[in-house]
């Protein structure tokens, strides 16, 4: 890829909990071009949200290390930034939207304050000019009505238009970076693939690198042009799209797509991978999926395999299957 | 891919030891909660000065006029007041009518109210009435209802315990019966009752017991309120009436000497502070501990 | 928005019917025959039967209540037995003092309680956090009338800052002797108020630094500072306000006792003062008071809550 928007290595975030410190986020890299849609994909504590609230420091302070590694955006290291700076970034550069819209927004300030709080704090424009801009962006969310909208509570407005009015915020000044958290895990399927679809026309308008977040493999493979897969902390693979659904290189991929529910399959049960996502406190020596893996190895078990290059834009965290592909191919 | 199995696990058949496992997990949150042992052991000592009280072998009503008005000093750690008794004696016997009639009113207040909550969440037509009474109640001070209380019914000690636990007995019942109200809403009291479950066993099987904890929490309080308001009309003289040497009396007639004799004044309300601080922290921790976001039983 | 006051208003009537049942009640438990006490104790039983029946107290008691709610309906509150004056002006006559202490007090509570309660939960589990709550629970666990009398050992007869009791009316002394005659009891009263009101409000602000909202807010790059005054601390009022009126009940029930050890000739002394000599009238009609400015207050809490939280505001 040419000069990358963004740029994270080698990040590690740790919490302290009452066993004592975990790793939620083991040395993750990842890198997203201009204009280019990467999705982050695993499961439910796979570190995928850690890493992505850890780009903009939003974690929660207190029980959280101060993440290590470099985050580098625009030539400088979020990581290491005074938090004035850090502030000037948030919201008019980078912007995050999040899971739970029902939550994400303020019950007591209208929208109307809520959108143009971004624009007056990093566009210094006044009330009554951002209330307009306001009511231009919930036009470009695609909420019907806006000017009245404009002016209600969020708890006058469903789930679906909350994430649009959470969208709206996000994009008020024009970041060239959106990280989305799993923005349509809590919102009806049918409102899910409008927001997608919002998503990436906003995505195509704007010019805008977007990072979405999620856990639903049907997700990931409408919107991403490449993916990251994470397990337990650490990115087990990455891939172009299409060559992580057509030929993944790790056996947890693999069980993440064949539990996918398909339409022309017809099957009794669900295949589901067994075990769980292991205790974060726990130290597993070699591969950390070793425990689950249907095609372990001896070696797995006592070697903790690199992330190996696998082909263009692909990595993958599983010696075996690499060195399978390279003797197909 | 492999198929998973469900394997069956012996400890969840058992609702009992489950809710065994339970409490003690909740007493060893709590043994480790700093504010909590700070008070539970404030409280311990207050309970055992009350207890130990007779050791002293002196009669805290026994007057000695040679020796009045003398401060700390040798046999009588706190001195002695303007009839020559000895304060510290007073001041723990003072201890022993205190928390008594803080528990008392902590006990019956949190009883009264309990029922009176859990029944209003349970029958809706008893619940408008039952709600305006504790309304009423409510519409003057905790302290004024338990001055007039206490002055109709005369200046002894089961007064100022039934005043005290009247002026109280409403806010317990909301509690109570804001918890039964949320506990009702639940899905497995409407699997309760397609079972043929009573109102009398719902109510005592599931929304009194998850009552418990607010109910717990806010007896706590109530008696650390008891044990401040008792002094409060002690000394207006609507208390246990003199000699009893409750803290509130003793502070009242030490008032009068306070310029020359601050000693008088001073220890009664320290003893009175270190109790309700005691039961307060005691309170705080249950507390944190009980939170009923954080619990919901079966 | 009329329509509920009006609502509320309804409900509250069979309260304040209950209520003054309940006082009526409460009077004719008081032991002393007020009839014997004013007549004094030389007189023969034939004078104190005469008084009796010309206060009325030799009715069956059913027939006194009717009696009274009868005068409530005009605007007949009743005359005191021991200040030969009606009870409605009595209570106007004080109304100054208590209301003079209420307020200085509020003043002092609001600010304080707040801030400290905001300033505890921002920076929570440090020093600052336990420095406030050690300050609060000291303030809810001292009681009021030891702290007052060991503050007029002090301040009023060591050092002589502040009169040690009564009262100055504005009109009589000016500003500062008003003030300093009202300074001492009103600070005493609020640190109760204060420790009660900055525990509240650490715990509903910890609550709502912990929502998701707050976490939007920072990642719009919205700065600390704004975060919390406007973000945080609006929500926060929420729950708080719903504890204003029990705030207020034991801001009241405070300056009775008060008012009991500093002299004042306010509501709150009034009262103890005619439950202590047996004044019926006096007593039941003060209480009717009390209990109905107490709806008034909490309808108005209620409606300051809609404001406070939109969510409520249509219904």
Sequence with gaps: MAVPLLEVNDLTVRFRTDAGWMTAVDRVSLAVGEGEALGIVGESGSGKSVTALSILRLHAAPTTRMPTGKVLYGGRDLLGLPMREMRAIRGSEIAMIFQDPMSSLNPVLTIADQIGESLRLHQGLDHATARRRAVELLDLVRIPDAARRVDEYPHRLSGGMRQRVMIAIAIACRPKLLIADEPTTALDVTIQAQILDLLRDLQAELGMSVILITHDMGVIAEFARRVMVMYAGRVVETAPVGQLFHRPLHPYTDGLLAAIPKLDVDVRRLPAIPGSIPDPTAVIPGCRYSPRCPMVQAICRTEAPDLLPAGPEREARCPPRVAALEHVA | MAEATIRYQPGLASGEALAARRRFRVLRKLLHHRSFMVGFAIVLVMVLAAVLAPLTGIDPNKMAIRFRFRPPQDAYWFGTDQFGRDLFTRTLYGAQLSLWIGLSVAVLSGVIGAAIGVLSAQFRRLDSLLMRIMDALMAAPAILLAIGLGAALGPQTHSVIIALAVAYIPRTARIVRASALVTRELEFIEAARVAGASSLRIMFRHLLPNATGPLLVQSTFVFAYAILAEAALSFLGIGPPPPAPSWGNIIAEGRSFAVQSWWIMLFPGFAISLAALGMNLLGDGLRDVLDPRLKVEG | ?315
Aim: hydrophobic share 55%; charged share 10%.
């Design chain 3, 1 to 315: 928005m009329y329509r509920g006051i009006l609502m509320r208003l309804s409900q509250a009537v069979p309260v304040l019917l209950i209520f003054s049942v309940m006082v009526f009640m409460l009077m004719h438990l008081l032991p002393g025959d007020p009839a014997q006490a004013i007549a004094g104790p030389d007189a023969s039983p034939e004078a104190v039967d005469k008084i009796r029946e010309q206060l009325g107290l030799n009715r069956p008691l059913p027939i006194q209540l009717l009696e009274w709610f009868a005068h409530l309906a005009v605007g007949n509150f009743g005359e005191s037995l021991v200040l030969k004056q009606t009870v409605v002006s009595a209570v106007i006559e004080r109304l100054p003092v208590t209301l003079s202490l209420s307020f200085i007090s509020l003043v002092i509570t609001l600010p304080l309680g707040l801030g400290l309660g905001v300033v505890a939960a921002y920076w929570r589990n440090t020093w600052i956090d336990a420095c406030v709550m050690v300050t609060a629970l000291l303030g809810v666990s001292l009681p009021g009338f030891w702290v007052g009398i060991l503050s007029v050992l002090y301040f009023s007869v060591t050092l002589g800052w502040f009169p040690p009791s009564g009262y100055v009316p504005l009109s009589e002394g000016g500003l500062w002797l008003w003030f300093s005659s009202l300074i001492q009891p009103a600070v005493v009263l609020a640190l109760f108020q204060i420790g009660f009101l900055a525990r509240i409000t650490r715990s509903a602000m910890l609550d709502v630094l912990d929502q998701d909202f707050i976490r939007t807010a920072r990642a719009k790059g919205v700065d600390e500072w704004t975060t919390v005054a406007k973000h945080a601390f609006r929500n926060t009022l929420i729950p708080v306000v719903t504890v204003l009126g029990i705030t207020l009940s034991l801001l009241i029930g405070g300056s009775v006792v008060i008012e009991q050890v500093f002299a004042l000739p306010g509501i709150g002394r009034l009262i103890v003062q005619g439950i202590l000599a047996r004044d019926y009238p006096l007593v039941q009609g003060t209480m009717l008071l009390f209990g109905f400015a107490f709806v008034v207050i909490n309808i108005m809490v209620d409606i300051i809550y809609t404001f406070v939280d939109p969510r409520v505001r249509y219904g």
